[in-house]
């Protein structure tokens, strides 16, 4: 559906109103003009977390690939500045004075505190973390921020008056979104890495337990107002082999929406979301009514909104179904579809909850929507190009869910922000049903190649159309859409490695780590080498398994291999210790003996800074 986009600073008037509007304001404000005029033109917003102040009177964007804060007077939709943060931000949080916005930059590995002072946003300090930081939350005093350190699995605590961190709180694998209790006695973390929810005691710093479900790519999370239960959706792989059957069934990628108890382990609580022939994917935001009468998560693969009316919700701990209820489908008092184009991301209530504000990342946008009525009410320009770029246009593919089979997932949906999972799958690519593989990241695909871990496909595009047609089995792609899906893979950089020096060296043994790597007793150049660490040539190093269609693999660049849930093609090493020390242990590679204690540990070393 397309939806009229209303300038963020010259809303529902005409052109001669605008120019002379314009002009106004540049007089009227021009501190927020010089900020904007820092961004280059024609970059795309994308804004991925948003908030409102507690007057309601500013709403601020986080935005993506932008590295920038945007303030905007609600009222009006006018941008009245665009402030840099760190790199890649994420996410939001504001002290409970509402005179400081936190913001993570995922990339810059950094969290950034700006000064919110009558209308005006600007940059007060900067916070160093490392790690990927993505989820914030700040406490009721406001003294403290927990930050979510994705590759470090740990919740980085923040004094905000030195500011400086004064703890890590290690949790599960791989923490992304949070959500602190009013109280700010319990924090609920999601851990993508080990597929469930931790539950943090901040008294005493400590992890109290982790819900595991087997949870795929979970969202943001929003905690009840009693404060027992924290509500996310989140997405499940079945195990199953791809075939239209087993999508069709909801046996392969589904979504669902759950909650967690803070009080107590007990098994989590969910409800699936998809409805046969007209699925639902990517589910990412969640938003509760005021008065807890509505559940709202925003769908950003199939670009729409789902409202679940909350009291009496059939969110069951075991059994069910695997499509939405059939009595909640038909009932459309207890639950709605909303399309509202783009990729809509987080979600926020008007404290009287009239209004739902959206995050819409491809329109480069905040739409308002008419809760009552159920329609966007109006759309807020953040600013970006007339004309979405070949590599924008690849963009909205990868994360488009109507590409597959019914609509049930998106190539994001397996590649996480164009990165790995936390589960092997099999995506029919090598040769036999049953062939469970890692999932490989995207990051630098365009300079790795031959492609797949056999190392079979010799063609990029072959390998693009390949995954649209067979791994999702959608419908054949248009001429431009392979050579816009390459053009966004380019783009797709690891970040910054935090197991670096600040100046982006190696520490002392991590260079002691790389005499080891490049020796002929260990042997990793024999197959890692040049600037990827992948020689893109096949290898037999004894890891296959009679039965695979395909002999030997093409070595995995080792860029960022710090940041796995799972390593060997099969899953079966956790971590690299695991992965040196059995079965590609270097004496069984090479034949030249045992790597000593010291020797193994500098090489580990040695690989979490490549």
């Known amino acids: 559906m397309k939806l009229p986009m209303v300038s963020c600073r010259f809303p529902m008037i005409g052109l001669g109103a605008c120019l002379l509007l314009a002009a106004f304001l540049a007089l009227r404000s021009p501190e927020a003009e010089q900020v904007r005029a820092a961004v280059p033109p024609g970059v795309d917003c994308s804004p991925v977390d948003l908030l409102l102040t507690p007057d309601e009177q500013w709403l601020l964007t986080a935005n993506q690939t932008a590295h920038t804060v945007s303030l905007v007077r609600v009222a009006t ?58 989820g914030i939350a700040v406490s009721p005093d406001g003294k403290r921020a927990y930050v979510a350190l994705t590759s470090a699995h740990e919740i980085a605590v923040v004094d905000l008056e030195k500011p400086a961190v004064l703890q890590r709180i290690p949790v599960g694998r791989w923490p992304r979104y949070l959500a602190l209790t009013a109280d700010g006695k319990r924090l609920a973390v999601g851990c993508n890495g080990d597929g469930g929810v931790a539950v943090v005691d901040t008294e005493t710093g400590k992890q ?21 239960f924290v509500y996310f959706p989140f997405m499940v792989y079945r195990q199953q082999p791809i075939t239209p059957g087993n999508i069709r069934l909801g046996w392969v990628l589904a979504s669902r929406v759950a909650r967690v ?28 009514s005021p008065d807890e009468q509505w559940l709202v998560t925003s769908a950003s693969g199939t670009h729409e909104l789902l409202f679940l009316k909350l009291p009496g919700l059939e969110l069951q701990d075991y059994g069910g179904t695997d499509h939405i209820p059939a009595a909640l489908l038909k009932d459309t008092a207890r639950f709605q579809r909303l399309p509202v184009g783009g990729r809509p991301m987080a979600l926020r209530f008007s404290k ?88 490989l990241s995207l990051r630098n695909v365009t300079r790795t190649g031959p492609w797949t871990w056999h190392g079979w496909q010799k ?34 950089q690891p970040p910054p490695n935090p197991h670096r020096l600040a100046d982006g060296t190696l520490s002392e043994a991590a260079q002691l780590g790389k005499a080891v790597f490049e020796s ?47 390593y060997l093609h099969d899953g079966r090493a956790r971590n690299l210790e695991d992965v040196l020390k059995g079965p590609h242990n270097p004496a069984k590679v090479t034949g030249r003996g045992e790597l000593t204690p010291l020797e193994l540990k500098n090489l580990v070393e040695y690989l979490k800074s490549l």
Request: hydrophobic content about 35%; some cysteine; charged content about 25%.
């Open 77 to 134: 939709g006018e941008v009245v500045a665009e402030v840099p943060c760190g790199q890649r931000p994420t996410a939001l949080a504001l002290t409970p004075d509402a005179k400081r916005v936190l913001v993570t930059g995922t990339f810059s590995h950094d969290l950034s505190i700006l000064s919110l002072q009558d209308g005006k946003l600007t940059s007060q300090a900067t916070v160093r973390l490392g790690f990927e930081p993505r």
């Open 208 to 228: 109290l337990y982790l819900e595991d479900f087997a949870g795929l790519n979970l969202g943001q999370m929003q905690i009840s107002a009693d404060g027992k």
């Open 261 to 288: 108890r803070l009080d107590g382990r007990v098994r989590r609580e969910a409800v699936a979301l998809d409805p046969p022939g007209k699925a639902v994917s990517d589910p990412h935001g969640i938003a509760l």
């Open 352 to 439: 009287d909850g009239k209004r739902l504000f959206v995050a819409n990342y491809l329109l480069n946008a905040v739409q308002v929507i008419d809760f009552a009525g159920r329609q966007v009410e109006r759309t807020i320009d953040l600013g970006g190009p007339k004309e979405p770029s070949l590599a924008r246009k690849g963009e909205a593919i990868f994360h488009d869910g109507q590409r597959s089979l019914d609509q049930w997932y998106s190539c994001g949906s397996c590649h996480y922000e164009g990165h790995t999972n936390a589960l092997t799958m099999d995506t029919r690519n090598d040769g036999r049903n049953g062939n469970y593989k890692v999932v």
């Open 459 to 492: 063609e990029l595009e072959l390998a693009m159309q390949k995954s649209l047609t067979d791994s999702m089995l959608g419908p054949a792609p248009k001429d431009d859409d392979v050579p816009a899906l390459i053009a966004f893979l380019e783009t797709l």
């Open 520 to 566: 002929e007793k260990a042997g990793c150049v024999r197959c890692h080498s040049g600037p990827y660490f992948t020689d893109g040539k096949l290898h037999d190093v004894g890891l296959g398994v009679p039965g695979d269609a395909y002999k030997g693999f093409n070595p995995p660049s080792l860029v960022g291999v710090y940041d796995r849930r799972l």
